[in-house]
């Protein structure tokens, strides 16, 4: 194994996602969720960004158009994970949610980060979340990060959307 780190300003660009309905994954990330639409190739693909980057998510029907889900119990994307600023924008993604109908499949408080959990309409995971200020992330004795699973206060999140 080698010394190399990767730097620390890298980031992740974008995912691109395989759909079999075009129009119905851009209701889902661009009307339900906020996101915008940057360009479109036909009834084929469309990059949709946050802010008018040029794209956060791709989605495409290149090889998928019309097909079922992949597997749960298989290899491949567990979930895209969409950081929000601050906890107010993620409370207002919720309270849409709510309004919309759409169900949650968890919602869990990270001791970094609160986190929604849900799935696009072709069935791939989305983790909506916020990370909490570092200063507030859980450290054990050593002074070591130490992540866990809770349940999250969903009525505490509705009410920091206001």
């Known amino acids: 194994m080698s010394d190399y780190k990767i730097p620390a300003q890298t980031r992740i660009g974008h995912v691109h996602l395989k759909v079999s309905d075009l129009e119905r994954s851009l209701d889902f990330y661009c009307g339900l969720l906020g996101f915008e639409l940057m360009v479109r190739y036909g009834t ?34 567990f979930h895209t994970a969409i950081l929000f600023p601050e906890r107010k924008d993620l409370a207002i993604a919720f309270r849409r949610l709510m309004e919309a109908g759409y169900p949650i499949t968890g919602a869990s408080d990270h001791g970094v980060s609160e986190a929604l959990y849900l ?3 072709d069935h791939n995971g989305v983790e909506l979340y916020w990370d909490k200020p570092r200063e507030q992330w859980p450290l054990d004795a050593d002074g070591k990060l130490t992540m866990y699973t809770h349940r999250l206060d969903l009525d505490g999140l509705l009410n920091a959307a206001q």
């Open 44 to 77: 084929e693909a469309a990059f949709i960004s946050a802010g008018g980057y040029h794209h956060h998510i791709g989605l495409n029907t290149w090889y998928s158009k019309g097909k079922p889900p992949a597997p749960v119990a298989a290899a491949g994307l």
């Open 119 to 121: 799935d696009d309409p």
